[in-house]
Structures are given as C-alpha cells and as structure tokens.
C-alpha cells in the first residue's frame, strides 16, 4: 500500500489545498476495477501506475498499485523504474525537459557559459529546501551530480571531461570542463535512469555503490519511511514547501493527452492525468482516438493542430 497526498501524482508541484488528499495510499487490497498508469512525464506526470486506483471514502486519499514493488530506495545504485518514480516523488533536479524536448532549468534559476565553452556557472532559485528544513546549497548539487556521475553512463562521460565542480557560494557553482561537453545540459536534465536527483550532501556523500538509507529530497513529496513495508505499503506525503507550477514558469500552454479509448489501461492513464493535471491549473486537452491513431500521432513531428 502506499500513502501520499493526491499531489502524489505529479512531479512538479503539490494540488491546490482544495484538492490535495492528506494522505496517498497505494494497497493492493485496495485496488477494485480500473488498471491506470500515470505516465512519468518530462513536464507535469512523476508516477507511473499500473492498475487500479480508489479514492478513499471521506479521506482525501488517492491509491493505487504500482507496476513492481518498492525494495530499494536509492535511484543512483539501482535503474529499476519503480526507484526512479520513486525518486521523481521525493527529489528534484537541476534541469529538466520541457514538451518540446529542450533542456529548462528547473532547480537552477539562471546560468551561463563562458565563451570557450569550458565553464557553467549556476545559479539555484531562491527558497529551495529539503524535507528536513534545511536550504538547498551549492555543495549539496555537486555532491549528489559527483555521486551519479558514478555510476550513469551519460554521467561517466561527462566526467571525463570534467575538470572540477566548485560552489562559489551556497547558491552559485560551476562546472570547469577540460573540453568542451555538448551534452553537460542533457546529461543534468536526464530524465530516466540514473537520474541526477539532488541529495543533501551529507547522503550524497554516501559510496555510490552502497544504498541511502535516508532518502531526503527536495520534491513534491516527503517519505514515510517508518510507515514503509516492502511488498504492502509505501507512503508519502504532500511536501507543502514545495514551488508552485506558475513559479517554476509554467504560463498556460496546452498539454494535449491523446485517450486510446479501445485500450483499457490507457484510456484509464489517460482520464486520470487529465484529471489531476487540470487540478494543477494546468491547460489540458483530453482527445479521444483508437491506439492506431495514437501511436501514428505519436511519432509525427508535425504540429498538434495539425494531426501531430
């Protein structure tokens, strides 16, 4: 079973309080009748799903059953996908990618690269803080990217042409190549396994070999590890000083959601992240299709309004 506020369902932002569950439960008990998913997306969906979900009766509860089970909780020493989403629920990132498939930043407020293209300076945005209250700092991002670049392939690369990490101060830092790396923004923004989550330092610290045992991020939602019970149970809840969607830059554009209606596991993904994005204040368009239909739009590079 698992447990986290409704907000559970998105990566970058809790729901308004109107609509927020206290809790989020995922049990497999619980389950009755419809399979969902919620697709882990670059943009809005952190949690993939893959059978039914309830809502609690009179308790502002979402539950649902995911598609493995959570045993490790460390989505630097494991590419298991169940890890990952549970990453995406309790960590965030530097970067990210937006629709389009371009590298935004997310964590970072603003930075720059020098002219020979050798030096990134970063800067994080203000306010970011982990579950245990303490600020977001410049040693924690290198710490936590040092400890990725140990084990993700990107990440290796990366590092052979890494030079140094330094923080310039709790909030600036930079990243001296020593040569040029194309993929420095992509490899930060990496959207899959291994993620680059940004830790506290102190975990970040920890051999990469060797798994957290404190899993504390700065994300949408905190863990409940002494209600955690592998193979039953896994809970979160609502981190409520986590940064709204208008603040991270959000401005109205449409998120068209494509519903295969002749596919039941879809079409129930598809109802369901409608309805949680569109809690979110977000702009989405439900269109209904056939799985034919969706897998030819898909793959087109032409515009939305235009059959893509």
Same mark, same amino acid.
């Given at each position: ?20 569950? +206290? ?68 960590? !965030? ?38 579950? !245990? ?32 990490? @330094? ?8 990243? @001296? ?49 002494? +209600? ?17 969607? @208008? ?27 409608? +309805?949680?994005?569109? @809690? ?21 590079? +032409? ?6």
């Amino acid at each position: 079973m698992l447990s986290v506020p409704a907000a559970t369902v998105t990566e970058l932002s809790p729901y308004p309080s109107t609509f927020v569950p +206290e809790d989020f439960v995922m049990n497999k008990d619980s389950a009755r009748r419809y399979s969902t998913r919620l697709v882990l997306g670059a943009f809005a969906v952190g949690v993939m799903l893959s059978a039914p979900f309830a809502w609690g009766q009179g308790q502002k509860v979402l539950k649902f059953i995911p598609q493995a089970d959570l045993r490790i909780l460390d989505p630097i020493t494991t590419t298991a996908y169940i890890t990952r989403n549970h990453g995406y629920m309790i960590y !965030d990132t530097l970067f990210a990618t937006d629709a389009k498939f371009q590298v935004q930043p997310q964590m970072v407020d603003k930075y720059e690269l020098s002219s020979d293209k050798l030096i990134y300076t970063f800067t994080l945005r203000d306010g970011l803080k982990f579950h !245990d209250g303490t600020p977001v700092r410049s040693a924690d991002c290198i710490a936590s990217i040092d400890r990725w670049s140990k084990r993700d392939a990107l990440g290796q690369k990366m590092a052979e042409s890494t030079e140094s990490w @330094k923080a310039v101060d709790d909030k600036t830092f930079t990243l @001296k190549l020593k040569k040029p790396f194309p993929l420095a923004l992509e490899a930060l923004a990496k959207p899959s396994s291994n993620v680059p989550f940004i830790m506290p330092e102190r975990i970040a610290k920890t051999d990469a070999s060797t798994n957290i045992t404190e899993p504390i991020g700065s994300g949408p939602f905190k863990f409940v590890k002494e +209600e955690w019970v592998p193979g039953s149970k896994v809970v979160y809840v609502k981190n409520t000083d986590y940064v709204l969607i @208008k603040e991270a830059g959000y401005k109205g554009e449409k998120i068209v959601i494509i519903s295969a209606t002749d596919q039941p596991i879809v079409h129930s993904q598809s109802l369901l992240t409608a +309805e949680m994005l569109r @809690k979110l204040g977000l702009n989405v368009d439900l269109q209904a299709g056939d799985w034919g239909t969706l897998i030819t739009r898909r793959t087109s590079k +032409e515009p939305v309004d235009k059959g893509g």
